[in-house]
């Protein structure tokens, strides 16, 4: 039985511009939490209460709030990786806390918790499976980005990694399911075209011994690798409704539309319109008279009195046409 889960947290996002100046991509905010948190919180959800988190250098924010400011009915571990060489070396650096079959995610990656109790309940019924996959159906610029899978009835006869040509109608997605076997892999994995080690080159190296790949599907997932990515995913999570509190004290004046998030030590002017759909992190600012809809502002951001703000991420560093 699944008992632990690996989450890949040690990649900076420098794809994300200035959202990850001062902070790692795996602690940008989904309402009141980092990602990283979000997507442990999935898992938690299915039952895993044993996790390895692999963490680059500077990260220590990390593993403070996971050690801090998360679920005490947990155990994390940390495992540093110091030099970004790829999801095989990140997975080898946690290989020593890990005592049987785990789940394995990257932090950026969101899919809903009822697909992570398929792909736990598909993985602990099929022993013989070292290998179950979350799929996504997918256009062939989706599979591009990802991995191609082709699928033979119920099993996985092949995976290529970010094809040029795509054979197939399934991504997929950063969220396995793997027996301890599966490490014995690894080490035989080279280095792939962009210097690094990944592992779909393991997965391949396991179906060409004859090993069985099993796949979960999920109709959706929210993947963080952009400033609009970061809006799309506040705003799902504000259309769930759990998370979705004033948490500030605010004028009477102000106007409020739900679904709405305000974090404590917000600061909001009288008069000021807020929502639908907005996320203000703590620190953040609102002027009097302001508007602000459909959009996420961030730490120590402000939006100036009588501005309208609509569809955008507020940073401190740079107006949202930047991100």
């Known amino acids: 039985m699944i008992q632990q889960a690996v989450i890949l947290a040690a990649g900076h996002g420098s794809r994300l511009g200035v959202l990850t100046k001062d902070r790692p991509k795996s602690m940008l905010p989904i309402l009141g939490k980092p990602i990283v948190a979000r997507v442990m919180d999935h898992m938690r959800e299915a039952g895993i209460r044993q996790f390895i988190v692999v963490v680059g250098e500077n990260e ?48 950026d990656n969101l899919t809903s918790p009822e ?18 996959l979350s799929l996504l159906p997918a256009t062939p610029d989706v599979i591009r980005k990802s991995s191609d899978v082709i699928l033979n009835g119920d099993h996985v006869i092949a995976i290529e990694e970010k094809p040029a040509a795509p054979r197939g109608s399934w991504a997929g997605i950063m969220l396995y399911a793997f027996s301890r076997r599966f490490l014995d892999y690894l080490p035989q994995v080279e280095v792939s075209p962009r210097g690094e080690r990944e592992i779909v080159s393991g997965i391949q190296a396991y179906l060409h011994d004859g090993g069985r790949v099993g796949a979960v599907q999920t109709d959706w997932r929210l993947h963080l690798t ?18 979705t509190h004033i948490l500030s004290e605010i004028p009477g004046s102000v106007y409020i539309i739900p679904p709405v998030r305000i974090d404590p030590n917000v600061s909001v002017g009288q008069g000021a319109h807020i929502g639908p759909h907005v996320y203000l992190e703590s620190g953040a600012a ?25 569809g955008q991420i507020v940073s401190r560093y740079a107006p949202d046409s930047e991100l």
Do not use: M
């Open 286 to 310: 609102v002027g009097q008279g302001a508007v602000v809809r459909n959009s996420v502002v961030l730490n120590r951001a402000v939006i100036p009195a009588g501005e309208h703000c609509d």
């Open 60 to 107: 220590g924010a990390v593993a403070s709030y996971l050690s801090g400011s998360w679920h005490p009915d947990t155990e994390v571990r940390f495992a540093l990786q110091s030099i970004p060489t790829g999801t095989v070396d990140a997975l080898l650096l946690a290989a020593p806390y890990i005592d049987g079959p785990f789940l394995l995610s990257s932090v």
């Open 226 to 243: 952009g400033g609009s990515d970061l809006l799309a995913i506040n705003r799902h999570f504000l259309e769930q409704g759990r998370d």
């Open 115 to 132: 697909h992570v109790k398929a792909l736990l309940a598909q993985a602990n019924s099929n022993p013989d499976q070292d290998v179950v």
